[in-house]
Structure formats: C-alpha cells, structure tokens
C-alpha cells in the first residue's frame, strides 16, 4: 500500500508544482496586455482552472503524504528530513491553499472591475506569491532528496 500513497504524492506533486511554475509564467505573460479584454477574460478563466487543478492536487500531497508517515510507524525518532517534510511540508501546503485562493479571488475581482492598474498590481503579487510557493516547494524537496 505504501507504493501506492508515493504514487499519488508524486503524481499530486507533478501537478501541483508543474501548475505553479507554468501559470507562474503565464501570467508573467499576460500582464502586459491586461487591458484587453480578451486577455483579461482568459487570466479569470486561468486562474480558476489552476485553482481547480492545484488546491486538490496539494491535498492530495498532504493526505498521502500523512498516511505515509503513519504506515513507516517511526514515532518520535524521526531524521531531521522526515521532520521538515512533516512540519514545513505541510505548513506550506496549508498556507498555499488558503493564500493563493484569497488572492486568486482578489485578482479575478479586480480584473472584473475593470481596473488595469490594479488588476496589473493584482497580478504581480499572485505571481510572487506562485513563486514563493514554489520556492518553498523545491527547498522541503531539496531537503527530502538529500536526506539531510
């Protein structure tokens, strides 16, 4: 069964940090023609779909993630890159569901209102915020690959 929950953390990562750094980019793109409103549409129309790809594929790391954890049954004697995956893995994957929702929210309304300016702030701050996750992301994957 053990074999089964990594295939699902590795495949929900795949998804999850794949999404982060492409839309990352993407939208890195599309801020410079904002005030079309053909671009404007397709930014809401990405990202709700890299919402609805991301925030499931995050949990899904997190609950395998658990289960793994529970069936190698360690206890309290775990290595220091059992502890940061455990402790910061799953700090961040909390924050970025709760963070990157309320700010993905925050950008489709101010994309809505029609205000280049701040649908354009809007975007910056969303897309530093991907980066951010992905930073966090590749350093809890830095620290488990190499067993530190």
Known sequence: MYGFWLFIHLSGLCVW???LVAVGILLSAMKKQIHSADVG???KKTVRT?????HPSAFLVLISGVLMLLQMGLGSDKPFWMIYMERVGGMVIL????VISIMGRRLVKR?????VQSASSSISSYVTGLAVSSALV??????VSGKY
């Open 17 to 19: 940090l794949g999404s």
């Open 41 to 43: 549409a397709l930014v």
């Open 50 to 54: 890299f919402n609805f790809l991301t």
């Open 95 to 98: 924050l970025f569901i709760i």
């Open 111 to 115: 994309i809505s209102g029609g205000g």
């Open 138 to 143: 590749f350093s809890i994957i830095f620290v």
